[in-house]
């Protein structure tokens, strides 16, 4: 256990996080609406120690009814449209919607019409938009912060 | 490497599926086309294709692995198994829970019902846990929240433009899934692999596993909340797939697998370069790993938990480390000649008891090799690679490749002019999740993400 958290402790430091600059926090809830798995790894990874979202205040929490921002990947298949619906009606608010990676974004390259449900942006109002096929962790971590401090989108 | 084709009459189907396991053939898949069934079967290096052109007796009572392959095609594509009873629904989600559910009763029984969607950044699937106390009785999947439709999605396109969508039924098993596509292709227009190319999507392949491997370590720490063994595997995870992306241009490898060749441009420089830093990253997985043996109350929660027992192992169709682990020595990479193995011998944990220790093992058992191969292939520059005239050209085509969680098989059925009019995926993770369920009963509700981590399934390639 103590090399691993001295492979640690050294990785941080050849990492050289920065401290955030500002305060504030935003609670995220991830939704699967059909992604190919991509996404989900690296929203994963974006907590690992290179990335650590966690410092800027940025974390996953387990129920919608915790959540200020759902974050949705996928094209959004037909069986996933209720579930994902009664994800955001759970949501207290003021409530966000972010299309994470461009399946979200509905980029309709991926998917029979008939196994879909219409797009993200025709379901819920999305406010945040985060392209990729798969995003990286650090565009994640930009956009989400940018919302957060009500800047411009990441370029 | 091409297969023996087989047309059947339905009503000799089943009597020819029983000769076919008689003669040592294993059962690789089962699918519609054409309104008819395909069955498709492995032994040593060669191929078979059984096809009747109408479904008619089920073979669930001799291949128990075809059961979701049957249940699949009932629900997608309108076919009936004689004999297959219940034949619950699996794709079709219209059904009451009664008819999906294994009925489960008694005093103190109740179930849990987990998901689509979970608390952690984890894919949609639904689990019905049927416990008394804390103790699972039965567990019942419901996948395909995630069905996309696929398959129909890539048909009508030419190979090229297919290839996008069958790699993006899973993100982690791309390259598997591409190469698995692009052999069937090959397969079907009589073009054979060079070694260069075979070279090409080996070390491909290799990385592929590579991630994987270290990520399902980091995913079994996190099921028993071992915080540092998460983030020293995450972190090792992290630096394969920045290597990833300074080799092909994406962390997941996605695009540089291509029908019919390769452009895939390693320099001697590069190749040398990524070498050293797959050196680092070894040196330290040995670490890391070493770590985790000697974390004792960590490795006492991997033992003797979700057995899947070498029978159920053979029975249910087991591919990929979890067959592995369980001591069923099969891997699709022994048996490769588009790809550059040669003597590859399958690396069995030191103790095949299909519990979540053999699982963890043997991913230990396997990173060495994995390490061993990169360098191997990594030691002499990659250059853009073509395929080569080697076999007749017909409409079908058949492939199975070892992706990280096992045996993916892909069958093709192509036009003249080169547009897909069937593709089949069945990959090691569909294999698989009936062999998970089947793990889970008798063990303590709080250890299904342990077993569920120690298995690393992919919702979106069974799904599709």
Known sequence: ?155 | MSFARRDVAPAAWRAEVSDALADGWRFAGLWAEDAGLRAAFARHGERLLLAAPAARDSIVDLVPAAAWDEREAHDLHGLAFAGHEPLRALVDHGAPTPEWTVPVEGRDVFQVAVGPIHAGVIESGHFRFHVVGERVLHLDLRLFYKHRGLERAAQGRPVAEALPVVQRACGADAVANAIAFAHACEDATGQAATPALARARTLLAELERLYNHLNDLSAICAGVGFAPGTMAFAGLKERAMRLNATLTGHRFLFGAVRVGGSDLAIPAAAAAEARSVLGELRDETRRAWRELQFAGSVQERFDGVGVLELEDARRLGAVGPAARAAGVAIDARTDAPRLAYRDLVPALPPRADGDVAARVEVRGAELPVVFDLLDELLAEPLEPAATEPGGPARRDGLALVESPRGQTLCAVALREDGVVERVHLRTGSYANWPALAQTVPGNLLPDFPLINKSFELCYACADR
């Open chain 1, 1 to 155: 256990m103590f090399v691993l958290l001295r492979q640690l402790q050294r990785l941080r430091r050849d990492a050289a996080l920065t401290a955030p600059p500002r305060r504030g926090s935003l609670a995220l809830r991830h939704v699967d609406a059909g992604s190919c798995n991509a996404c989900e790894h690296e929203l994963t990874a974006a907590a690992n120690p290179y990335y650590d979202l966690a410092r800027h205040g940025l974390n996953v929490v387990a129920s919608p009814r915790h959540a200020d921002v759902l974050l949705v990947t996928g094209p959004v298949t037909a069986r996933m449209r209720e579930p994902l619906l009664k994800a955001y009606e759970a949501m207290p608010e003021p409530r966000t919607v972010a299309a994470l990676g461009d399946c979200a974004m509905g980029c309709g390259v991926l998917g029979d019409a008939a196994a879909l449900a219409p797009p993200l942006d025709e379901l819920l109002p999305v406010a945040i938009r985060i392209p990729g096929c798969p995003p990286a962790p650090d565009v994640i971590a930009a956009h989400l912060l940018a919302h957060l401090h009500g800047e411009p989108p990441a370029a």
